[in-house]
């Protein structure tokens, strides 16, 4: 069974640079070289992009690579497989790691539980339930990430196949 997604990595120290490329390698079982460039929106740093194709769970195994690397912004989605859903990790150093479910209309899927809690959360008068939906959906991470997405509009995109 094989699974396709993209690694966005939207802002890394250049030194951390070979880190990523080897932590990803060490994912998908093949060499990594990821076409680096200058990212506008954090002056000092790179963005890269990379399409990969592997076994379901790639993406888990990529963000558990790096999220404990504080200085990186990054993603990585998982389009859906026979018997797996879709998924999208973004990471940012503030936030941390954000997972949702996604649909094949590209959608975010909150489970039930996740939902009950917010609810539960809004009625309690922990926070307002506007802010709990904007968390179960990433608003926060997408507000953040956005000004790097954005200045990696029109950068080239490489597919890598893992061995195996």
């Known amino acids: 069974m094989s699974a396709r997604g993209v690694f966005y990595v939207h802002s890394a120290p250049p030194a951390l640079c070979p880190h990523v490329e080897w932590a990803a390698a060490g994912v998908l079982g093949v060499p990594v070289s990821l076409p680096w460039s200058d990212q506008p ?50 990471f940012t150093p503030s936030l941390g790691v954000f997972t949702a479910v996604i649909g094949a209309n590209g959608d975010i899927h909150v489970p039930e539980d996740r939902l009950r ?36 509009d029109g950068a080239p995109v490489r597919w890598l196949h893992a061995a195996g």
């Open 41 to 90: 929106a954090a002056p000092g740093t790179m963005r890269a992009e990379l399409c990969w194709e592997g076994q379901p769970g790639t993406a888990a195994g990529i963000v558990s690579a790096l999220r404990q690397w504080r200085l990186l912004r990054f993603e990585a989605t998982e389009d859906a497989s026979p018997g797996c859903d879709g998924v999208r990790y973004s």
């Open 117 to 152: 809690a917010a609810m539960a959360n809004a009625l309690a008068g922990k926070a307002a339930f506007e802010h709990e939906v904007d968390r179960l959906l990433g608003k926060p991470w997408d507000d953040e990430l956005e000004p790097f997405r954005r200045a990696g």
